[in-house]
């Protein structure tokens, strides 16, 4: 069992930036990809970044060149550092730990944490 905890999300002007951190609980981090999705209000939740066990990251087209997924498995952590931030990046942001074994398929998420993009 893996619990995902989010942070660091908030209100911005748009241009601004924010890192948003996913903490994990539990052993065996590395063995996760990890993501970020992203759910607006009447909209589809909706990958925003990925990033697999040995650093390949996959972003989604709108976010290209202005997110950053990273992970730290000695903290048992990954981040999405977001600059340029417009209006339409408004949405509950969700961190997801994805593992698929022989067996079972593991996936977890985290609450959310909200970010608002307004003047």
């Known amino acids: 069992q893996v619990q995902l905890v989010e942070s660091g999300g908030g209100l911005v002007q748009p241009g601004g930036s924010l890192r948003l951190s996913c903490a994990a609980s539990?052993?065996?981090?590395?063995?996760?990809?990890m993501g970020w999705y992203r759910q607006a209000p009447g909209k589809q939740r909706e990958l925003v970044a990925q990033?697999?066990?040995?650093?390949?990251?996959n972003y989604a087209d709108s976010v290209k060149g202005r997110c950053i997924i990273s992970r730290d498995n000695a903290k048992n952590t990954v981040y999405l550092q977001m600059s340029g931030l417009k209006p339409e990046d408004t949405a509950v942001y969700y961190c997801?730990?994805?593992?698929?074994?022989?067996?079972?398929?593991?996936?977890?998420w985290g609450q959310g944490t909200q970010v608002t993009v307004s003047s």
């Open positions: 997801n730990a994805y593992w698929m074994s022989i067996v079972r398929t593991y996936d977890y």
């Open positions: 539990g052993s065996a981090f590395s063995i996760y990809r």
């Open positions: 990033i697999t066990t040995d650093g390949n990251t």
